[in-house]
């Protein structure tokens, strides 16, 4: 089955704690992203990455970090930084370049602080 | 993710009737459409697309309308179902924004009436 996996589903972190946020996907796509979901709002992007070894910073990407070591993995840190880190995260990912720009999204995160 | 339809405009719809879901776009450059469906602690799954050159497609039970005069896109769900409930968002693909091209719309959520 072919798609792309989000874990845990649920995550607290305690104040000044860092946590990570797993995204897995098997449709060989280039292309991943990170958004964040607060009730009420759109979609925003916090990190996206269009091939391996490579990443960019998004519209919010302070308090976060990403890395991309494998194709098929894009984990996101909330570090302490983030002082307001409560929010649904949305892992995505697209075949990539001008043609590919339909989004595959994972089933997502909550994250809550303790 | 269960509050992402919090404060959203809401569209109640008797189960059978037909619903329209309207969507303002910002970019008149913008040259491709896509409508999602979110449901509660869920990430978003694809509906239907259309591209800029094009007025009107058809999917199954769902048709998606564009008017590029003023920036207009709605989706219409014919016979309403239960499992149709729903936050519903757009979104946009604006070119010469890089590889951050795509944005989102706040979404509406829909409710159908047994």
């Known amino acids: 089955d072919g798609g792309i996996t989000q874990s845990p589903k649920y995550l607290f972190r305690k104040e000044g704690q860092n946590v990570t946020l797993s995204c897995e996907q098997n449709l060989n796509h280039d292309a991943m992203y990170w958004y964040r979901q607060d009730p009420g709002q759109g979609l925003r992007l916090i990190y996206y990455s269009q091939i391996v070894n490579d990443f960019q910073k998004g519209d919010i990407a302070e308090g976060y970090s990403v890395s991309r070591e494998k194709k098929e993995s894009f984990p996101l840190t909330v570090t302490s930084a983030q002082k307001n880190p409560t929010a649904f995260y949305l892992c995505?990912?697209?075949?990539?370049?001008?043609?590919?720009?339909?989004?595959?999204f994972g089933s997502g995160t909550q994250l809550s602080v303790l | 993710g269960e509050n992402v339809g919090l404060h959203l405009p809401t569209l109640s719809v008797q189960e059978g009737d037909n619903s329209i879901i309207n969507c303002a776009y910002s970019?008149?450059?913008?040259?491709?459409f896509i409508w999602y469906k979110q449901e509660s602690g869920k990430g978003p799954q694809f509906i239907i697309d259309?591209?800029?050159?094009?007025d009107k497609r058809q999917g199954q039970r769902v048709t998606v309308l564009l008017n590029k005069t003023v920036k207009h896109l709605s989706l219409q769900i014919a016979a309403t179902q239960p499992g149709d409930s729903a936050v519903y968002f757009c979104?946009?693909?604006?070119?010469?924004?890089?590889?951050?091209?795509?944005?989102f719309g706040k979404g509406n959520q829909v409710v159908v009436i047994p």
């Open positions: 995505a990912s697209s075949g990539g370049g001008a043609t590919n720009e339909k989004l595959f």
């Open positions: 979104a946009e693909f604006r070119p010469y924004y890089g590889n951050n091209r795509l944005a």
């Open positions: 970019n008149s450059a913008s040259d491709y």
């Open positions: 259309i591209r800029s050159n094009m």
